[in-house]
């Protein structure tokens, strides 16, 4: 069976695999996200785009330093009114985030690709759009106390697999994409390619 590779150090991204029944090695990849994209924004790529390119960065770093593996690389794009939002900075930014999003529909645009040797195999992106329900300070404020400092490790300031699921109020596309990887298509590749059995 071929090595598999997963370029992410995201504990659910692996925590999704696993539960898939997947054996695989972690290799987080090295790679600037920031200095990636910084050449797409001024040249206008779109949330889609840059979480490709991002994607795709990811797998082919690792799958230089392992070679013959097939490598995962996954990136993930919040886009809210046309605006890409990164992890909040803090708590502040957190909240701020939160509120501008209260009863506001936005999309996540989550990538993935696999690559072998330094070359992208294969490539996919899935899309789900989210709508917040109308909320306050007051129910921010205790949200943030109550879920603390991982509100600042994933784009949106909410885990929907925990607490952040009651901020919202409809939620259109793939439960797997929300998490971070579009996971149905990858295992279909994944069988394409003989990685898993079919």
């Known amino acids: 069976m071929t090595e598999l590779v997963l370029a992410s150090g995201s504990r659910i ?8 029944g997947l054996s695989f090695d972690i290799d987080p990849a090295r790679v600037d996200e920031r200095a990636i994209e910084a050449p797409l924004l001024e040249s206008d790529f779109s949330p889609e785009d840059i ?3 991002l994607a795709e960065a990811k797998a082919q770093e690792v799958s230089e330093r392992r070679p013959g593996a ?8 919040l886009d809210f009114e046309g605006e890409r939002l990164t992890k909040p900075a803090d708590m502040e930014a957190a909240r701020r985030q939160l509120l501008a999003m209260s009863g506001k529909t936005h999309a996540l645009h989550s990538a993935a690709a696999i690559a072998r040797d330094g070359q992208t195999l294969w490539r996919n992106i899935g899309t789900v759009r989210l709508t917040m329900r109308p909320f306050g300070p007051e129910f921010v404020g205790r949200y943030l106390a109550g879920v603390g ?9 909410y885990q929907l697999e925990g607490p952040g699921i009651q901020l919202f109020s409809a939620i259109d596309g793939d439960y797997f994409t929300v998490l971070g990887l579009p996971l149905l298509p990858l295992l279909g590749e994944l069988r394409v390619l003989g990685a898993i059995d079919g």
């Open 13 to 20: 991204r692996a925590e999704l695999l696993r539960n898939a």
């Open 149 to 157: 400092e991982i509100a600042l490790t994933s784009v949106g300031a």
């Open 70 to 77: 097939l490598v995962i690389g996954a990136d993930q794009v």
């Open 51 to 53: 979480a490709q390119v």
